[in-house]
Structures are given as C-alpha cells and as structure tokens.
C-alpha cells in the first residue's frame, strides 16, 4: 500500500541553525500538508500546498518557515534560524483531491529538537 | 472558528471492555469527521471517517456516527483488545479550509 515517508526521522539542531525536513507523499497525490505537535499538545496545521504554490498557511507558519516541492517527489519544510520553541514532532501529509471529505494520509513524523 | 474538543485522557481498560471516547466539534459550515490512531513510534493513521450527518464511520470494530444535532462524534468498541492501545484523535475539516482542526488526543491503554 502506497505511503507517506518523511526523513529524517530525528534530527537534533543547535538554535540558530537552518533545518530541512523532507517528505515523499504518494505518487498520484496532489495536495500537500505539513501539520507539528509540540509535546504534550495539539497536533497544528502549519500549511498546505497545491499546484506549486501555498494553498493555505497558519499563524505558526511565518517568515522562518519555506516551503518547496524540487523535484516534483519531494515535499519539504526548511525553518531558516530555528529556535527552541521549534521542537515538534513534524508531520507531512498528502491527499489526492483537494476536498474537506477527501483522507489525508501521514507520514510517521520527523521529531525535531533544538538545543 | 473551527475547534473539537475530545476526552481527557488517558484511559486505561481491560481487555474486552467497551470504548467510548467522545468528541464534539465547533465549526463553520459542514465539516467532515475523522478519527485517526497514533500507534507507539509511528504517525497518524485514518481509523474512520464521515462526510455527513448521520454517516456512520467503521473500521476494525471501532464505530463513530457524525450526530449534527449534538455536534458530536464519539468513538465506540464494543470489545477492546491490547493492539488497540495507541493514543486516538479526533478531527475536523470544514469547507475551504481543507487543513485538519485536531482535538487534543486521548491515550487508550488496555490491560491484558
């Protein structure tokens, strides 16, 4: 069955530095997610994307975070200077519709933490 | 705007108890309901959804029927097992704004 894979599956960062989490969504989808839990809360909407272009962004997701599909696989996240509140759990989603009815599917997460 | 409030957690069972984990949900318009299962170590798996009212999602025994009336959407076993220890969120998604409004995760434990 086809899958959401997300690398690294942990990275560890000094404050400050620049972090890119990839993310490979499923083949035939054409909608892209990256959502974050911070231990112990809620799991929040960060952005979506869809025909190489954001869709949709949340507060979080401000001038620090980018966006990007290279290579028409890949589906990545950079955080340019990251900061300490930027440890989360980091999950990608795909869809293959864009609709509020429509699945999306996850990766297992990249769990980010800055030191 | 869109918010879903689940259950406080954690909830610990015997094996073979009934489940029931409630969700209720603020939203514009007419969402869709999901309920997704978080396993130790790994991501967010769909379990359920519905699109509806009065849809009833199901899946490996869970149950979950979308009640507009009481904007709710519980999640129901009638005979848990120790595989289904994980933590289960409840979830939303509403009109154009296609991202996921996550309630806060309930951790299911089953004793054997």
């Known amino acids: 069955e086809p899958e959401v894979t997300q690398t690294p599956s942990h990275q560890v960062t000094q404050m400050g530095q620049e972090v890119i989490l990839r993310c490979v969504p499923i083949s035939n989808h054409l909608y892209f997610y990256w959502y974050r839990q911070i231990l112990g809360q809620k799991v929040e909407f960060l952005v979506s994307?869809?025909?190489?272009?954001?869709?949709?962004k949340s507060e979080i997701f401000d001038d620090q975070f980018s966006v990007e599909r290279p290579d028409g696989s890949n589906f990545t996240l950079k955080i340019r200077s990251t900061k300490l509140e930027d440890s989360a759990m980091y999950f990608c989603a795909s869809a293959r519709v864009a609709s509020s009815t429509d699945t999306q599917y996850f990766g297992p997460g990249t769990r980010l933490t800055v030191l | 705007g869109n918010s879903v409030t689940q259950m406080e957690g954690p909830v610990t069972l015997s094996e073979e108890a009934f489940l029931t984990i409630n969700c209720t949900y603020t939203?514009?318009?007419?969402?869709?309901l999901f309920w997704y299962v978080q396993y130790p170590g790994e991501g967010l798996q769909l379990l359920l959804k519905a699109t509806k009212a009065d849809d009833k999602g199901s899946n490996k025994g869970f149950e979950a029927t979308y009640r507009k009336e009481t904007t709710s959407f519980h999640l129901e076993k009638g005979s848990v097992q120790v595989s289904d220890s994980a933590v289960y969120f409840c979830?939303?998604?509403?009109?154009?704004?296609?991202?996921?409004?996550f309630g806060s995760g309930t951790q299911l434990t089953v004793l054997p």
């Open positions: 939203a514009t318009g007419y969402p869709s």
């Open positions: 979830a939303l998604s509403s009109g154009s704004a296609r991202q996921l409004t």
């Open positions: 994307f869809y025909n190489n272009e954001i869709s949709e």
